[in-house]
């Protein structure tokens, strides 16, 4: 078999001839991610990458960064892989693991952008941020796998339905393998 140089141009290629699954992770930033939950988000990280598997954040620290952190500790990384949709107009507060900063410079509203981007939400405690996301994922009729072990949002609105208009997308995880069984 011949190897060919990993070009961005050649990396580009593969990623659009690729049937990509994106998948977003939403979940508490710095001030607010114990560090049980950090360690639990590398692990996740290192245990969905794969190569057809983008991973769309919000950019940030706490769960978010976790995640990435994972992401690209896993032998199957690949550059571009994770993605950080930023509420800054600059990317100076992108965490360290992000392969591609968009800074928006719109604020919070860039919450409904992760949502919209993603396949399906991977969701983890949460304050007020997270429950937005976790609504506009609602309201687009995206599931969410809500992990139940950290509390926050993510785990009080496992299992319920926000209201009418749809039934049975914030479904209750407790562990990575259950996770994984979803992707």
Excluded: H
Excluded at 15 to 40: A, H, Q, R
Aim: proline share 7%; charged share 20%; hydrophobic share 40%.
């Amino acid at each position: 078999m011949n190897s060919y140089p990993v070009t961005p141009f050649s990396l580009s290629l593969y990623i659009i001839s690729v049937p990509m699954k994106k998948i977003g992770i939403i979940g508490p930033n710095t001030p607010v991610c114990s560090e049980e939950l950090y360690d639990f988000g590398v692990d996740l990280g290192r245990e969905i990458a794969s190569p057809d598997r983008l991973i769309i954040c919000g950019g940030r620290g706490g769960f978010m960064e976790a995640v990435c952190r994972g992401v690209k500790e896993s032998p199957d990384t690949f550059p571009t892989q994770t993605i950080g949709i930023l509420p800054e107009d600059t990317d100076e507060k992108a965490n360290p693991y992000i392969d591609i900063a968009i800074p928006t410079g719109i604020g919070l509203a860039r919450n409904l952008i992760i949502i919209n981007s993603a396949d399906i939400i991977i969701a983890a405690g949460g304050g007020a941020g997270t429950l937005s996301e976790i609504a506009f994922a609602w309201q687009r009729n995206k599931r969410v796998l809500c992990i139940t072990a950290y509390g926050g949002w993510a785990s009080e609105l496992a299992g319920k339905d926000l209201d009418k208009r749809a039934k049975g997308l914030l479904i209750p995880v407790s562990d990575i393998e259950e996770i994984r069984s979803y992707l």
